[in-house]
């Protein structure tokens, strides 16, 4: 039984839940404490204790603790690689990246706890010197999806330390496992006690706790739309920090004079992989006419060849959906396509393996126009659909033409549609003949209109949230 962490033990929760692996739901990946609101507030208090002295720690003691973790992660890759695809069922060579990514990530921040910057200039009047220095916030409450199960805690906690905060974090019920893999490794990297703590839980309970806590600062949310508007309302009524990265309808265009292999190995990539499971994935893919059959030819010619099974078995190219109710949902948007009018050109159904998993073989769906509930909502699965368009102009204003505003793509080899392209697309990230996910972890993370809220994630921008800025005014006494 995997219990929470706080104040520095190890603490069993009100009741327990079951970790299953979605590849083989006969395979129990452990038993995880859950909290209930009381303990989630007795985390958040010892959280409060802990920050007076965290916040007045050395860079030096704070490069020390994340350089040790990112060390652990890195040389555990394979192994919480394995647990991550047991309990995600992402592939085990993508679970391995997305584990090492979380390493990269924390031996960033180890070397951003030593750059804290700070200015100082003369004042506007005689004999006055100013300073601007950056604080850490107070008591931080992050809270995460579960198709990230390493790489989200991390791109949060590890700039949540670096810059002097302490830390509750609840991880999606889906995956605790990862989460207190994460939380084993901080709890022996030499942290003060109550700098960090881990209380896995319902989000009704637990997660509400830390947006209600007057004594949490910050909130730091990745997740749904629904979920993460109401947080940010929340936190913005009693004034506390907010930063919410929601859900996506990212488009990858496509347009005739691209080279179609690139284009192909793009869509392909950013569809499905990870089982389309990526706020980034690319799931309406807008082809200019003159090369649309021959784009879409090539597509259902690579997905002919892409393999659907248990998430650790050698060759599999696609593990399964996270669960029951995400496979239904998958479902339910393929049907509604084709209800509408769009043309099911590959996949979609559910297969059966040597495993009871929740399968379902990739989805194209084709003749399908952007005003279709299809283009507009977010599936969140293994289901992109393919939009044919005139030229160049009426790519973008397809592309442009949603709520949300994530991730971006365009392949050409035009470096005049290239160049507006990055100009005009409105999101907060731009792929050019690359596809829409799979971002660096040195460098800003986030998205525009209703797919981002507050200051960007990741990079030396992280420091935006995780720290308030002081202006310090001195005369010479
Ligand atoms: P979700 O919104 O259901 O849950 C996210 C987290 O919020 C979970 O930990 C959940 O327990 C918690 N939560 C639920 N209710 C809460 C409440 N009332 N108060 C506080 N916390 C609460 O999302 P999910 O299903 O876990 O993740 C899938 C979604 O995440 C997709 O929409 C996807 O696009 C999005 N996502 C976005 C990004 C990004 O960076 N933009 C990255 C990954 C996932």
Not at 368 to 372: E, H, V
């Given at each position: 039984m995997y219990k929470n962490l706080i104040n520095g033990e190890w603490v069993e929760g009100a009741r327990t839940t079951r970790n299953v692996n979605p590849s083989d739901t006969r395979d129990l990946v452990g038993e995880y404490a859950q909290a209930d609101a009381a303990q989630a507030r007795e985390a958040i208090a010892v959280a409060q204790t802990a920050f007076s002295g965290w916040s007045l720690s050395t860079p030096q003691q704070r490069f020390d603790v994340l350089d040790a973790v990112g060390s652990e992660i890195l040389a555990r890759r394979t192994e919480l690689g394995d647990l991550l695809a047991r309990e995600e069922g992402k592939t085990l060579p993508e679970a391995i990246g997305e584990v090492a990514r979380a390493g990269n990530i924390f031996k960033f921040f180890a070397g951003e706890a030593l750059r804290p910057g700070g200015e100082l200039m003369p004042s506007v009047r005689p004999g006055v010197g100013v300073e601007i220095t950056r604080e850490p916030v107070g008591v931080v409450g992050i809270i995460t999806p579960w198709n990230f199960p390493i790489a989200i805690p991390a791109w949060k906690i590890a700039p949540a330390l670096a810059y002097g905060n302490s830390v509750v974090f609840k991880p999606a019920d889906l995956v605790p496992g990862s989460a207190w893999a994460l939380a084993e490794i901080l709890s022996r990297s030499g942290l003060p006690k109550g700098v960090f703590n881990l209380v896995m839980g319902p989000g009704s309970q637990v997660g509400q706790t830390l947006v209600d806590s007057?004594?949490?600062?910050a909130v730091s949310f990745t997740g749904s739309v629904g979920t993460g508007r109401r947080i940010i309302n929340s936190c913005a009524a009693r004034q506390a920090k907010v930063q919410a990265e929601m859900g996506g309808k990212n488009p990858l265009v496509v347009l005739d004079d691209a080279d179609l292999d690139v284009a192909v190995n793009a869509a392909v990539q950013s569809a499905y992989f990870s089982t389309g499971q990526r706020?980034?994935?690319?799931?309406r893919i807008i082809v200019t006419e003159g090369v649309h059959d021959a784009f879409v030819e090539k597509v259902l010619a690579k997905l002919r060849t892409l393999k659907v099974d248990?998430?650790?078995?050698?060759?599999?190219d696609i593990g399964p959906v996270v669960d029951e109710k995400q496979l239904a949902q998958n479902l339910r948007y393929v049907a509604l396509a084709q209800t509408e009018g769009g043309k099911l050109a590959f996949g979609g159904e559910v297969v059966e393996r040597d495993t009871q998993g929740f399968f379902q073989m990739p989805a194209l769906i084709t003749e399908?126009?952007?005003?279709?509930t299809i283009s507009r909502e977010?599936?969140?699965?293994p289901v992109a659909n393919v939009i044919r368009v005139r030229d160049y102009e009426e790519a973008l204003a397809t592309a442009n033409d949603t709520e949300f505003g994530l991730s971006s793509g365009i392949c050409t080899r035009s470096l005049k549609h290239a160049t507006h392209f990055k100009l005009a697309a409105q999101a907060g990230m731009v792929m050019v003949n690359l596809p829409t996910a799979g971002v660096d972890y040195h460098v800003p993370f986030g998205g525009s209109k209703g797919s981002s809220y507050g200051p960007r994630e990741q990079?030396?921008?992280?420091k935006e949230f995780y720290t308030t800025v002081k202006t310090a005014y001195t005369a010479a006494g």
């Open positions: 007057p004594l949490v600062r706020c980034t994935a690319s799931s248990h998430a650790l078995k050698a060759g599999t399908t126009t952007n005003a279709m977010e599936v969140f699965g990079g030396s921008y992280a």
